[in-house]
């Protein structure tokens, strides 16, 4: 078992559904990443302990389709793998292409442009090769679409041609669980002479788990583990819910080690994950050839987090994304040095495709805050799940406007601006999310949710929200809250982005 401290949440905010893989000493670690542009974050580390975000697999138009994509949609649930000296990531545009495979000679890109995997018909897909070179691609077979979208055919494989992706054969059903709802997320490894085949089963909800079995072959047959499901936060009171989706990985200390994805469910029920489902890690030991992993705990809080961006980069770093559209087609950088230029098209935050630049929360107790040069348009920043759960703050024409969209329902805040602020047009908007801890009846939301703007003339909150209706699950989003720059009128010039976040000690 590795000694190495790893901290959970592993790497914080909405990265679900983590895979990871070591190349010599350097490891390297994608999400999923549903309707947002860049697609498939990914992140590097030396320890498996810190992560940074060195750039996003499909960063390209044309590597992912997203324009027409549903809500829910969008990349799924990335396998990364290091082989024969070069990256391989394979995943699931889901609701559009299918199951995708990328290759590239470097984890930081660029990576190829993409093949469809033909004769791979689910979800969750995992590439692997055997000793002489085969390979196996291992997946859910839910189905997405064609005749009966809903229908599962368990764990499913195919040999596939890699140079390709088209398969070479029929699919075979493998071990598919001990039972539970939802069999996903297969991961196929030989260790030791042994090959092991990890899933996910009971659905990433409350009742996510994780199970493993192993055989002689690749192929099957397998036996399942008898301590099966080997992880899972099920029917506990755990500060981490939902524990599942796991990938293994040998740890430089020559132990073993997992990652999977997790919630931080607040609220007086433990009820709303603000982030959505986060990447965590745990230890992991052999026993009589069977992992044991231990219940994956929160780490003890660290200092504040602070970023800034000043916009003065000649591009976006990773960590910023759109919806369904790149940032570079509606915005500039070099229009108005040192700010952030949207132009906005109309769209609004109500719609599929807004112009929208922003970042994901990953801190219970997080502030953002921009200075919007509103004289030339509309604009401000927003807290989004998606096009049906947001709360806005902006600015521009003359007033201020607080706006809070929950399952389509909507309801405004507005305040007039302080006439130098129309001049000049300089606002600062300011979003705030303050943890709950009560045990009182207004303690039932995870936190509340603050919209304010600040002039010369000082702060004025429009509104405070109840924050469960921006959270995963009231949304039944695969996704967590992502803030930012938004325009719906004209062009709005942004500048000193400013995000402070921590984390109060979990309940
Ligand atoms: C992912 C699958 C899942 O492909 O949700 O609920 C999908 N389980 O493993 C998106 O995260």
């Not at 709802?181 to 899933?199: G, N, Q, R, S």
Request: charged share 20%.
């Amino acid at each position: 078992m590795t000694a190495i401290p790893l901290p959970n949440p592993t790497v914080p905010g909405f990265h679900p559904d983590p895979s990871v893989t070591r190349a010599g000493d350097d490891y390297y670690l994608v999400c999923s990443s549903f309707e947002y542009l860049p697609g498939l974050p990914v992140f590097h580390s030396r320890d498996l302990a810190h992560w940074t975000q060195i750039g996003n697999a499909l960063d390209r138009p044309g590597q992912l389709a997203l324009a027409k994509i549903p809500t829910l949609g969008g990349a799924w649930a990335p396998t990364i793998r290091h082989h024969d000296g070069r990256f391989w990531l394979v995943v699931t545009e889901a609701m559009g292409r299918g199951s995708l495979l990328f290759t590239a000679d470097r984890a930081e890109g660029p990576w190829s442009d993409g093949i469809v995997m033909q004769g791979v018909s689910g979800i969750d897909p995992d590439i692997a090769w055997d000793a002489d070179g085969t390979c196996y691609v291992t997946y859910s077979g839910l189905r997405l679409d064609g005749d009966s979208p809903g229908d599962h055919l368990g764990i499913q494989q195919v040999r596939i041609d890699p140079e390709t992706g088209r398969a070479l054969e029929e699919p075979r059903s493998l071990w598919s669980g001990t039972g539970l709802m939802f069999p996903e997320a297969p991961h196929l490894y030989e260790i030791d002479d042994t090959w092991y085949l990890l899933i996910a089963e009971g659905g990433t909800e409350r009742g996510h788990a994780v199970s493993i079995a192993r055989s002689t072959r690749p192929d099957g047959p397998f036996e399942g583990c008898p301590a099966n499901p080997v992880l899972s936060a099920r029917s506990t009171d755990r500060p981490i819910q939902n524990t599942g989706h796991a990938d293994l990985v040998r740890t430089p200390d020559g132990g073993w080690a997992m990652v999977m994805l997790g919630m931080r469910p607040r609220g007086l029920t433990r009820a709303f994950s603000p982030m959505g489902r986060e990447t965590f890690s745990a230890p992991v030991e052999w026993v009589y050839g069977w992992p044991v992993i231990r219940p994956v705990e929160p780490s003890p809080p660290g200092p504040p987090v602070e970023h800034t961006d000043d916009f003065t980069a000649p591009s976006l770093a990773p960590e910023w994304l759109s919806v369904r559209t790149p940032a570079a087609d509606w915005s500039s950088l070099t229009e108005r040095p040192g700010r952030l230029v949207v132009h906005a098209d109309g769209s609004t935050m109500d719609d599929p495709c807004p112009r929208f630049v922003g970042r994901r929360q990953q801190h219970q107790a997080a502030e953002f805050s921009v200075r919007v040069d509103c004289s030339g348009g509309i604009g401000g920043l927003s807290l989004r799940i998606d096009e049906l759960h947001h709360y806005d703050i902006e600015v521009g024409a003359g007033v201020a406007r607080a706006r809070a969209r929950v399952g389509g329902i909507g309801q405004n805040w507005e305040h007039p601006l302080p006439t130098t602020a129309t001049t000049t047009g300089e606002v600062t908007v300011r979003i705030e999310t303050e943890p709950l801890g009560g045990t009182g009846p207004d303690a039932l939301g995870p936190d509340l949710v603050r919209l304010s703007f600040e002039t010369d003339a000082g702060r004025v909150e429009l509104a405070a929200l109840d924050g469960r209706y921006v959270s995963a699950e009231t949304a039944a989003a695969f996704t967590g809250r992502v803030v930012g720059m938004y325009a719906t009128e004209g062009s709005v010039a942004f500048d000193r982005f400013r995000y402070r976040g921590e984390d109060p000690p979990p309940r």
